[in-house]
């Protein structure tokens, strides 16, 4: 097992203050760096030594949701690698919104700061979000579902897709009583938007 270095510790401790509190106050750009220095049992002057400002933290969350939900991906696709004509987009969305039950703050914050006032951070959110769709958009299984659509036309449905199943996780996460509802409602999302980029390409086809 590695041991995380004193320096990686510290940093990490900033990140878990930062999404502590913000999860209960619900704005992340409201956030005091001596506040979360604080929070985080450390002197003010440590955050510097591993951010440069509250939109670099956050810009840090955000990378940590990413690498976390490639990863989530990943195994679900490692997984189910031997069956071909598998529709994975129910495994993925599942897989996706069970992570996001298991780590909520992020999630929930990621969502609130999507149109908030750190630019660096909803820069980087979208950043974010092209990354994974990138990824989902790999799987020959989920190009397949749209036959001669050109990979930049595909990769807008899928971001159009990542941001409205981010705010639909934040539904998924407080309200564990409406969690079937809100999945199949995803998967109605899902199946829409793919048939409409579908049938739409195959329209502006027939016109050229």
């Given amino acids: 097992m ?3 270095s004193a320096s ?27 506040e979360i220095t604080r929070e985080a049992g450390l002197s ?18 955000i990378r940590e949701v990413e690498q976390a939900v490639i990863q989530a991906f990943t195994e679900v696709r490692l997984a189910t690698a031997k069956e071909a004509d598998l529709d994975i987009r129910p495994m993925l969305l599942k897989r996706f ?3 996001a039950v298991d780590n909520p703050k992020p999630i929930v914050i990621g969502a609130s700061e999507a149109f908030g006032a750190l630019e660096k951070m909803r820069l980087g959110l979208k950043k974010t979000l092209r990354t994974i769709s990138q990824d ?8 397949r579902l749209l036959p ?6 595909m990769m807008e449905v899928l971001e159009v897709l990542a941001q409205n199943m981010l ?6 996460v407080e309200q564990p009583e409406n969690r079937q509802a809100i999945f199949e409602k995803a998967l109605r999302i899902v199946g829409v938007l793919f048939a409409g980029a579908h049938a ?9």
Wanted: hydrophobic share 40%.
């Fill in 97 to 99: 919104f069970d992570w």
């Fill in 148 to 153: 001669g659509l050109p990979e930049e036309e």
């Fill in 167 to 172: 705010f639909m996780a934040v539904d998924y």
């Fill in 200 to 208: 739409i390409h195959a329209l502006q086809s027939d016109i050229r």
């Fill in 136 to 143: 989902i958009c790999a799987d020959s299984r989920i190009s």
């Fill in 44 to 61: 003010a002057p440590a955050f510097y030594r591993h951010f440069e400002d509250l939109a670099d933290l956050g810009q840090a969350v």
């Fill in 2 to 4: 590695t041991i995380p």
């Fill in 8 to 34: 990686t510790h510290g940093r990490q401790r900033l990140i878990d203050a930062a999404l502590n509190l913000s999860y209960h106050k619900r704005s992340f750009s409201s956030l005091g760096i001596r």
